[in-house]
Every structure is written in structure tokens, then in C-alpha cells.
């Protein structure tokens, strides 16, 4: 639905239920504890957003912001949020996908792409974002055509591309 709970794990109850946006489906925190949430939008007229929520000390949800930014997956690695742009219109992938940067508390877009070395036209359907905290290389899963083998691609922090490896189909996330 279009809806955050905070469950009391003690006694597995709900005891919020906040209104976000519809088709929710990624949660991230970062290390401030704010709990970010990608709304996937309607596939038609409402994209795909990020929203950022912030929590009292009860764990209740304090607010909900939106952040303004388009995207659809993300990984915060540090202050920053890497995120790709591949938005579904009506039955397909829109042609213009984005991979960018963002700061996680202003928002601002840092980096407009970045992939620095053009292969980002080898990536047919982004489905995955992962970045190695520790070395801050970059790795896409590319779904292909959702019914062969997909590939990761590995960046490095410059936005050049380190190696590609073939996966089996739909690679949905990283580890």
C-alpha cells in the first residue's frame, strides 16, 4: 500500500502506521538513523520518488519528507546517496536512465553521472546498487531483458568501469 509501520517487536504490534507514498519498495538507513523509503510511483503519471522519514526517541515516526529526487534504487554509502533513474512507462523502461549522486542532507544532486567512460549505454535494465563502503567502487546488477543472464558491472570511485561478470537471470541485489 502507501504506508510505513513501526512495529514493538516485544509483542510483534504495530504501533504507527504513517501514510508515505503509493508502491513502497526499498528502506534504507543511514547513519544519521533516518530511515529513507523509494516509492516505485503508479508506472504512468507518478514516478518513482525518495522519501526521507525521521524518528522520535520512541521510534515513532516524527516526519516524512519528500526529497524531491527521482529514482529508482539506492544505496547511502557516507553522506551521500548513489541512485539510478530507470523509470517504467506503461509496459517498458524509459530510455533516459540516470545514475547520480546525492547529499543526504540537502538533497542536492552532486553528481549528474557517475559513470565517466560511457558504458552506462551497456546497462539494458538497472535492478541493483550496491558500493563497497570501504573502497567506494560501484556495482550494477542489469536484469538485460528479465529472461536471460543479466550481468554486475563494477565502477570504480572515478566512474570507470573495472569489470563486467554474468549472473544469472534478474540480479536483484548485492551483498
Known sequence: ????????????????????????????????????????????????????????????????ENTG???????ICDNEIYMYNAPYQGNSISSNITYSIADIETFDVVEENFIKDGTENLIKIPYAIKVNPSTKEVFICDAKNYV????????????????????????????
Not at 69 to 75: I, K, Q, R, V
Request: proline letters at 4%; a positive charge.
Open 1 to 64: 500500500d502507501n504506508t510505513v509501520s513501526v512495529i514493538r517487536l516485544s509483542t510483534f504490534t504495530q504501533i504507527e502506521k504513517k501514510e508515505v507514498a503509493i508502491n513502497l519498495h526499498r528502506m534504507r538507513l543511514d547513519k544519521n538513523g533516518k530511515i529513507w523509503v523509494l516509492s516505485r510511483g503508479d508506472y504512468y503519471t507518478m514516478p518513482p520518488q525518495l522519501f526521507r522519514l525521521e524518528t522520535n526517541s520512541n521510534g515513532t515516526i516524527k516526519s516524512v
Open 148 to 175: 536471460s543472464s543479466g550481468t554486475i558491472t563494477c565502477y570504480s570511485p572515478q566512474g570507470i568501469k573495472r569489470w563486467s561478470v554474468f549472473t544469472g537471470d534478474i540480479p536483484s541485489s548485492i551483498t
Open 69 to 75: 529526487l527521482l529514482c529508482s534504487n539506492f544505496e
